[in-house]
């Protein structure tokens, strides 16, 4: 069974300061992992994914992501914060082309001027 | 296109009636799925839908049901509403399988029951 956990529902940053949500994930095979960004009151949309080619993914809005096999894991980094990117951001796995997502619980970050 | 759009956008529901939530999508994508969303707890998976007439159970279908006469179309039937569903519903729609594929998501649909 796939799952995928979030450490961390909150997260703080100023504007222009290093941006890092966590996301590490269980799979009995090699996943598909994706980052969702949900801005308020909208529905979430695709930030980036890893489907087994690069290990290190680039996303929308400056976002990029590593698959660290070795260490189960998927962080979300974006090296400047800005104010817009206040959003709850989810992390999703998959553990075939076929099978449905499963999402992580959520990671809101916040960022202060 | 519009996407997915999802009616009705907000809905209070007392306790034992019965709604339907509209889904509709334009991209002519095979799969589409609905997913609630509790504060805290992420989405989870309600029903999906691999093509028309195909529907399956996701990790908490109990008290809703779906249909998929065609491709456009996914609404969810909450039946005997009760408060555990207060939440937000997302419907969304892929071109491939949901691994593979972007997810692509309506607005939501706010409902509470009291």
């Known amino acids: 069974a796939q799952s995928v956990t979030q450490l961390g529902s909150h997260v703080s940053v100023s504007e222009g300061a290093l941006v890092l949500l966590r996301c590490n994930y269980s799979?009995?095979?090699?996943?598909?992992l994706f980052w969702y960004v949900q801005y308020p009151n909208q529905g979430l949309q695709l930030l980036l994914k890893?489907?087994?080619?690069?290990?290190l993914v680039k996303g929308i809005n400056g976002f990029e992501a590593e698959f660290k096999k070795s260490e189960t894991s998927f962080h979300l980094t974006k090296p400047s914060a800005h104010m817009s990117d206040a959003a709850e951001y989810f992390c999703?796995?998959?553990?075939?082309?076929?099978?449905?997502?499963?999402f992580g619980k959520g990671t809101m970050l916040l960022v202060s001027p | 296109n519009a996407g997915v759009t999802q009616t009705p956008k907000f809905r209070i529901l007392k306790i034992g009636q019965s709604m339907t939530l509209q889904c509709a999508q334009d991209m002519n994508h095979n799969y589409m799925y609905w997913y609630r969303q509790d504060p805290g707890m992420g989405l989870k998976l309600i029903y999906y839908s691999v093509g028309a007439g195909i529907t399956d159970k996701g990790e908490v279908p109990n008290g809703y049901n779906v249909s998929r006469s065609t491709t456009e179309d996914f609404p969810l039937r909450l039946e005997l509403a009760a408060p555990s569903q207060t939440s937000v519903y997302f419907c969304?729609?892929?071109?491939?399988?949901?691994?593979?594929?972007?997810?692509?998501f309506g607005e939501g649909s706010r409902l509470t029951v009291l």
């Open positions: 999703a796995v998959s553990d075939s082309g076929y099978s449905t997502l499963t």
């Open positions: 799979s009995s095979v090699p996943p598909y």
């Open positions: 890893y489907t087994s080619a690069a290990t």
């Open positions: 969304a729609s892929s071109y491939e399988a949901g691994g593979g594929g972007e997810l692509f």
